[in-house]
């Protein structure tokens, strides 16, 4: 079979791609999880890294030119501003960063030069207590939403972290939830949830009440697999990761199907950098077939992902920044692509 860089006709548009692989501190990624966005314009990528590396987790900081500004973190581990399993990452209108960590079940908020601020959560089920938490958003108010991974709802806290809410519980009907994982606000305050098991989008008030469901279980035009992110535009357009399909789709505010983009990720200006003071290096890669014709029995979206360079693989993150460019996160080839939606 022949693997083509896919998009389908619409309005979505490829910039450029972010990002090179590390073993090492400094200018790359090591499985990067999520990114976001400070006033003054950096750009925050959070390094989940994997069990070999996680000496290495930190957030790195760089800007749209990618120059690298640095790094911030404690590491691994269970002290103040470190942590285990980092999986979500929010920046609030005052400017502080919220991490969370799947693993040690709490929040940690820094500000945005790197300094502890504070942390909350432990283990369990009651008001305040998390289970998985995984997706994280700041409403201007400053009010924090957790997606619970395991508690299969949403929690609200204040921006000290003293819980005010909670809805949801296991289930596939409206306002149940079996795994989400991410979670966005729109310009009206409404919440979108992705629905992570159930292969589902779902909205809701800031209170919490069901107001509608997106997407269903396949992998055709405006279904989903494993949603792990979503992201809302200023117009209402709603951006998924379609993390089981190895894509991104794009819907209108009613939830119809707009496009679906399978990556076109071209070198970054790291990746050039590295490439032009490593001629060997890139004469090989230049004599590499990245998208290569394969055989029919890798015919999966994940084996297909893995073979053909450009694709995504492992897109498990949205953000829109002040500019409204689409980051696409991917995890397993340690880099960003950015998109754009075309006006007009």
Known sequence: MTTAVAVSAGPMEYIKTIGLTTNQSGRGFINPYDCAFTNDGRILVLN??????????????????????????????????????????????????????????????????????????????AAGQMNGPAGITVAPDGTVYVVEQYNHRVQTFTPEGEPLSHWGEPGDGPGQFNMPWGVCLDTAGNVYVADWRNDRIQKFTAAGQHLATYGASGDGAGQLSRPSAVCVDSDGYIYVADWGNERVQLFDPDGGFVQLLRGQATLSKWAQDFMSVNPDESNTRQMANL????????????????????????????????????????ANRHRIQVYRRRQG
Request: glycine fraction near 10%; aromatic fraction near 10%; charged fraction near 25%.
């Open 48 to 125: 989940h890294c994997d069990a070999a590396r996680t000496a290495l987790m930190r957030i790195g900081i760089l800007n749209w030119e990618e120059d690298y500004l640095g790094e911030f973190s404690k590491g691994s581990g269970r002290g103040e501003g470190q942590w285990l399993l980092p999986i979500g990452m929010a920046i609030s209108s005052e400017q502080r960063i919220h991490v969370t960590d799947e693993h040690l079940h709490r929040v940690t908020v820094f500000d945005v030069d790197g300094n502890f601020i504070r942390q909350w959560g432990e283990p369990g089920a």
């Open 291 to 330: 998208v290569p014709e394969l055989p029919s029995h890798l015919d999966t979206p994940y084996l297909i992902s893995a073979q053909t360079e450009p694709y995504f693989w492992g897109p498990v993150s949205l953000r829109l920044d002040n500019a409204e460019r689409l980051f696409v996160v991917e």
